[in-house]
């Protein structure tokens, strides 16, 4: 079975850096996907790791450790339009490598 | 225009009626897949389709029927629709071939079954 973890609610401050955890179990393991979903709308993607390590991109940053079974979300300089859910989703090593989502953090950027 | 395109967008429903959610797709996938998202329980997948007539099911198909009568075509038929359907719908393809294979979702379906 898959089983996915991610806090349900965060706080985080105008201007500084957020950590968005992701603890996951999957039959099998084919890479970690990173959403963003603002309330009502469709989720849009923001970073895959397959590999171990950090990736980059732009004020967004994700990490993989799969002998862990951790990832993390790192926002920085946080703005008043990240304030969303964000989704970790995980796909399967399975015949159909679908996708497998945790059930979302909504991340709150406060003044 | 959006490359994923769900309709209707919003639809209110009686329970017993039968209703048909559409989604069409301009990207040339030919994975399509259908979610429900329902509070504090995330993105469960109902059904996905890897080509044209090829149809699986997901995690919690029970209720519900899918066509795909073309690539650019997967619809979602709730039969005997029920309040506990209530929920908000999304579609999305993906495609094997690409690097990073992330599925791309159309803007969803809210619906209220009453």
């Known amino acids: 079975g898959q089983n996915i973890d991610q806090p349900t609610e965060m706080t985080a401050t105008e201007g500084a850096i957020v950590q968005i955890n992701c603890t996951y179990q999957?039959?099998?393991?084919?890479?970690l996907f990173w959403y963003q979903q603002h309330a009502g709308e469709a989720p849009t993607f923001l970073s895959y790791?397959?590999?171990?390590g950090l990736e980059e991109k732009g004020r967004f940053s994700s990490f993989l450790s799969r002998s862990k079974g951790y990832s993390y979300l790192l926002l920085k300089e946080l703005q008043m339009k990240d304030s969303a859910s964000y989704l970790c989703a995980v796909r399967a090593a399975t015949g159909a490598n679908n996708l497998f989502f945790g059930t979302g953090t909504r991340l709150t950027v406060i003044p | 225009d959006a490359d994923v395109t769900q309709t209707p967008r919003n639809r209110i429903t009686k329970t017993g009626k039968r209703i048909m959610l559409e989604c069409s797709q301009t990207?040339?996938?030919?994975?399509m897949y259908w979610y429900r998202q329902d509070p504090g329980l995330g993105l469960r997948l109902i059904y996905y389709?890897?080509?044209?007539?090829?149809?699986n099911k997901g995690e919690i198909s029970d209720g519900y029927s899918v066509s795909r009568q073309a690539q650019a075509k997967f619809s979602l038929s709730l039969e005997s629709a029920i309040p506990n359907q209530t929920a908000l719908y999304f579609c999305?393809?993906?495609?094997?071939?690409?690097?990073?294979?992330?599925?791309?979702f159309g803007q969803g379906t809210r619906l209220t079954v009453v």
């Open positions: 790791n397959v590999l171990d």
């Open positions: 999957t039959s099998g393991f084919n890479g």
């Open positions: 990207k040339g996938h030919d994975r």
């Open positions: 999305a393809t993906s495609d094997p071939t690409g690097g990073d294979t992330e599925a791309f």
């Open positions: 389709s890897f080509d044209v007539k090829d149809i």
